[in-house]
Structures are given as C-alpha cells and as structure tokens.
C-alpha cells in the first residue's frame, strides 16, 4: 500500500481493501481531503529538529592536509 500526498490531491495505490481501510482510519482523522494534504504539508517535530541541525551545521575546512585525512 502506498499513499503519495501532492499538494492538491492524495494518490492510494494497492489492493482495494487495504485503500478502503486506509481511508477508514483517516476519515477518523480528518474530515476533509484538504485537511489531510494541509497536515502532510506541515514538518513534524522530528523534522523541524533536523532541518535547524542542518541549517546549524558549520563545515570547517581543515587547517592542513594532514587534518583531512584523520
């Protein structure tokens, strides 16, 4: 079962049971499409966290040569 949410519409690909479950459980969630999309859209905790490391992150450039390879 795979779900790929894009910015304007959901695309469930699998066996028919297992999309009619899914939508089950996530009409249990949201109410509309939109609601579901807009939630995808929206970095998790998890995400947030990661993205200020990256955007944190300082690359410095050894001094010498010899530092590289250590």
């Known amino acids: 079962m795979k779900i790929i949410i894009r910015s304007t519409s959901i695309v469930c690909s699998g066996k028919a049971w297992e999309i009619r479950e899914t939508l089950k459980q996530y009409n249990k969630q949201f109410t509309y499409v939109t609601d579901w999309i807009a939630s ?13 490391n990256v955007q944190n992150f300082r690359y410095n450039e050894p001094t010498s040569r010899k530092e590289e390879f250590h």
């Open 40 to 52: 995808a859209s929206k970095p998790t905790n998890a995400q947030t966290s990661k993205l200020e």
